[in-house]
C-alpha cells in the first residue's frame, strides 16, 4: 500500500504541475494578445496623429512642383473634389491630404446649447469648404431614399 500512496502523489504532483503550466500558458497568450492589442492601437494614434498633421498643413490648393511645394499648391483653384453619396449628402475630399468634410449630423430634438454651438461650427466648417472655388467636376452615384419601413425590415 506505501507504494500506491506514493504513486498517488506523484500522480497528484503531476497533475499540479501540469495545471500550472497550462495556467502559465493561458497568461502568456493573454499578455502576447493584451501587448499586440496595445501596440496597434499605438500605431493607429501615430499614424491619426500624422496624418492630422498633414491636413492642418495643406492649403488644398492644385499646382506647385517637387516635394517642397506637395501640400502648398500655388494654383487659385482647390484640389477638392464635391461627391454625392448614394443616400444624398455631399461630401467634400482634398485631393492632397485625403481630409473628408462631410455635413454635421441633424441634431436631436432635444439638443443642448452646447450640442447646438458645436453644429453651428461644423456647419460653418463644412459651408466654407463647400464653397472654395475648383475646377473639379463633382462626382457621384445614383441617389436612393430609405423609408422608416425599409429600415425596421
Known amino acids: 500500500m506505501p507504494d500506491k500512496n506514493k504513486?498517488?502523489?506523484e500522480l497528484e504532483t503531476l497533475q499540479l504541475e501540469e495545471a500550472r503550466e497550462q495556467a502559465r500558458?493561458?497568461?502568456s497568450k493573454r499578455d502576447t494578445?493584451?501587448?499586440r492589442s496595445e501596440s496597434i492601437e499605438l500605431s493607429l494614434r501615430r499614424d491619426r496623429a500624422n496624418q492630422e498633421a498633414i491636413?492642418?498643413?495643406?492649403?488644398?490648393?492644385k499646382g506647385g512642383k517637387g516635394t517642397a511645394q506637395?501640400?502648398?499648391?500655388?494654383?487659385?483653384?482647390?484640389?477638392?473634389?464635391?461627391?454625392?453619396?448614394?443616400?444624398?449628402?455631399t461630401?467634400?475630399?482634398?485631393?492632397?491630404?485625403?481630409?473628408?468634410?462631410a455635413p454635421p449630423e441633424p441634431l436631436p430634438k432635444?439638443?443642448?446649447a452646447a450640442q447646438r454651438?458645436?453644429?453651428?461650427?461644423?456647419?460653418?466648417?463644412?459651408?466654407?469648404?463647400?464653397?472654395?472655388p475648383t475646377d473639379n467636376e463633382p462626382s457621384g452615384t445614383v441617389l436612393f431614399t430609405f423609408t422608416p419601413y425599409d429600415e425596421a425590415a
Not at 491636413?55 to 490648393?61: E, F, I, T
Not at 477638392?80 to 443616400?87: E, I, K
Not at 461630401?91 to 468634410?101: H, L, N, P, S, Y
Open 91 to 101: 461630401i467634400i475630399i482634398c485631393q492632397r491630404c485625403g481630409m473628408v468634410k
Open 25 to 27: 500558458e493561458r497568461q
Open 70 to 89: 506637395m501640400y502648398q499648391g500655388n494654383d487659385p483653384n482647390y484640389a477638392l473634389v464635391h461627391h454625392t453619396l448614394s443616400h444624398g449628402p
Open 55 to 61: 491636413q492642418a498643413a495643406c492649403v488644398h490648393r
Open 117 to 132: 454651438s458645436e453644429y453651428k461650427e461644423q456647419l460653418k466648417d463644412y459651408r466654407y469648404y463647400r464653397s472654395l
Open 33 to 35: 494578445r493584451k501587448s
Open 110 to 112: 432635444n439638443a443642448t
Open 7 to 9: 504513486m498517488q502523489e
